[in-house]
């Protein structure tokens, strides 16, 4: 019944720009600590941005200043808005929802519920 279906990934220059949007079905949307994950090929997956019900955020120190995450509860979406991207950004993005009360530490065990993902590709 949970579902979540990520938009918005390609391929970009660095120093570009991407939006990534993530809309929720089958969950209490206003809730629910949402959050953006992403995972490159060999590497563990890492937490880039989470929010709470109430807005607050927490973002990963290599994103800071250039990722921004919001939510929609009215139309329950979540947004990574991505400036100033970089190679090392390059990665399969996930939204997640369900976060635990540990969701500003953004680990992926407190999250439940995940979308199929969306590729970021960042290169010259």
């Known amino acids: 019944q949970v579902q979540l279906v990520e938009s918005g990934g390609g391929s970009v220059q660095p120093g570009g720009s991407l939006s990534l949007s993530c809309t929720v079905s089958?969950?209490?949307?206003?809730?629910?600590?949402m959050g953006w994950f992403r995972q490159a090929p060999g590497k563990e997956r890492e937490g880039v941005a989470t929010?709470?019900?109430?807005?607050?955020?927490s973002y990963a120190d290599s994103v800071k200043g250039r990722f921004t995450i919001s939510r929609d509860n009215a139309k329950k979406i979540l947004f990574l808005q991505m400036n100033s991207l970089k190679p090392e950004d390059s990665a399969m993005y996930y939204c997640?929802?369900?976060?635990?009360?540990?969701?500003?530490?953004?680990?992926?065990?407190?999250?439940?519920?995940w979308g199929q993902g969306t590729q970021v590709t960042v290169s010259s």
């Open positions: 997640a929802a369900g976060g635990s009360v540990f969701w500003e530490e953004r680990r992926p065990s407190a999250f439940s519920y």
């Open positions: 089958g969950t209490n949307y206003s809730r629910d600590r």
């Open positions: 929010i709470n019900n109430s807005g607050t955020t």
